[in-house]
């Protein structure tokens, strides 16, 4: 179970930083969200049970 968690976890990072290496670049903004419902948005996206929300990161225009 700790190999599984570590390796989300190493996902996870790498996705975020990717995102951010594309969108900055685009005049764009992102934020990591420290907390969402996930329970709600996994109903929302119609995930199945196998599947949860790791990462839920924000893109938009940046605050002038």
Sequence with gaps: MKKIFIFTLLVVLTV???TSLIIVPA???TV???YVDKPALEKKMGLGPEQKV???????YPKK
């Design 16 to 18: 975020s930083i990717f």
């Design 27 to 29: 005049g764009l903004a």
């Design 32 to 34: 990591v969200r420290g």
């Design 54 to 60: 790791n990462l839920c990161q924000s893109v938009g």
